[in-house]
């Protein structure tokens, strides 16, 4: 098996992306929107409009398909989704047609594999309107040969000011692999069992979109348009029917910090929201 590592900066072909507005529902009631977030859940409430939650880019625009065959040889099973970063230059429509040009941003040698970092640009309409990049991070496991392998930087943890909680279900992740991950680690016992896990795990992107709009939901409300960046990385898996428990502190005008966590095990690190307009906890 065998890492490209020149391939460092180079761009897969552009792909299309198509959604609408049942695909917003979806993606929303599969992070933990319900009945309380109208604005969320239904498309045709009097007064209430329809809106699509900013961490939903990550998934129109997350495919390692366009450059596997530059980062190189390895099989599927190496990977490990590890972080999610978007910047929003606009409220993603609930509807719509991107261009995505994804290309290899980072590989780095850890101690036990590989931190690969792929950045998507999505661009709409005929004038080709930057829409949102996402910066996702993979790990793959047991790969690399460089010998000056280092690990990753450690970071105080910030004194947290408030503490939130978002409740997944038993059935979370069979929901949110509607939404396109059928990875069967998330749904077949055996396949996790075989893997380490004691049941399937949730999916890391689910795990930090319904973190996400948790804390979304508490500073801005139904204004959830009004993101320009959120971001976030994983430590461990959740599991479906745990309950989150959010830290989190405001840092700047427009910005928000935050972990989660099941009890003591860090599920979700280095949380990121800035927003378009100053806030307040």
Known sequence: MTLHYANIG??????????????????????????????????NSQGVGLCALPSFAAVLGGSLRSVRHLVGEFPSHAVVFVGQQLELFDALPVAGRIEVTTSIAEMTDRSTGVLL???????????????????AS?????????PDSTGAPVIDAPRWATTLSVRTRTDQALLYRLCGDRNPLHSDPVVAKRAGFDRPVLHGLCTWAMVARTVIGHVLGAEVGAVDEIGGRLRHPAYPGEILTIDLVQTAECVLNYQARVADRIVLADGLVRTAHEVSL
Do not use: C, I
């Open 10 to 43: 180079a761009e897969g072909m552009p792909w299309q992306r198509e959604w609408h507005v049942d695909d917003t529902l979806l993606y929303n009631l599969s992070v933990g929107a319900d009945a309380s977030d109208p604005h969320l859940v239904t498309e």
């Open 117 to 135: 970092e792929t950045e998507a640009v999505a661009v709409a309409g005929p004038a080709g309107r930057k829409l949102f990049t996402a910066r």
């Open 138 to 146: 993979y790990f793959l496991r047991g790969l690399g040969s460089r």
